[in-house]
């Protein structure tokens, strides 16, 4: 059994990839994301602020139910940075019920963060709704835990990054942006992780 060969979909199996900043947690996703999307089934990216914020605007125009209805609709959804925001008491209800709609429909979630579960208490509330939201998502649930590894994110070096600004490369027709592209696996148990991706 291998994620890239996307049986979680059919599982209804959550996959939640912890880590701190920089190792390629929304790489591997977005990874995951792009072969599902390839592959026929529906599939939606949101920076979970930014998904925070369109659920609080659909509450002023009553469009909340049909936003709620077509997010819990897609086949998988990949919310990035869980950690990075700041919720209202309405943001987390609307939260808390589109996880809910998706738990109840077998729809899996992939979730990037830098927390781990029981710091999720720290940035969201009331601890019950936590908790709630907690059970329904590890019940059927894949946790990766990167622990280990420098940040992908390094300066590049003056004469490299002078080099790239003075000869950009060509973009052809079809190519995928970086974000699509899975960065290099890093040694957190690296060779299972290795083997959940990519061994047949």
């Known amino acids: 059994m291998t994620l890239a060969g996307l049986g979680f979909i059919q599982r209804a199996e959550n996959i939640v990839f912890i880590g701190p900043t ?21 599939g939606k990216f949101y920076k979970v602020q930014d998904l925070m914020d369109q659920l609080f605007d659909s509450l002023a125009d009553r469009s909340s139910p ?29 939260f808390f019920r589109l996880m809910d709609e998706r738990y109840s429909k077998n729809k899996p979630t992939m979730i ?34 990167m622990i280990e590894g420098d940040t992908l994110r390094r300066p590049e070096p003056a004469a490299t990054s002078a080099k790239n600004r003075s000869h950009p490369p060509d973009k052809a027709e079809g190519t995928l942006p970086s974000a699509f592209l899975c960065p290099p696996l890093l040694s957190t148990d690296s060779a299972h992780l290795k083997g959940l991706f990519f061994l047949a």
């Open 22 to 42: 920089g190792v390629g947690k929304t790489g591997l996703a977005l990874s995951l994301l792009r072969k599902a999307l390839l592959q026929g089934y529906r």
């Open 66 to 94: 049909r936003f709620l209805k077509r997010l819990a609709n897609y086949d998988l959804l990949l919310l990035d940075e869980l950690g990075y925001l700041t919720l209202g008491k309405e943001q987390m209800n609307m």
């Open 112 to 145: 990037t963060t830098n927390l781990e579960y029981d710091e999720w208490y720290g940035i969201l509330e009331p601890a019950q709704m936590v908790a709630a939201l907690l059970d329904r998502l590890k019940h059927h649930c894949v946790t990766i835990s």
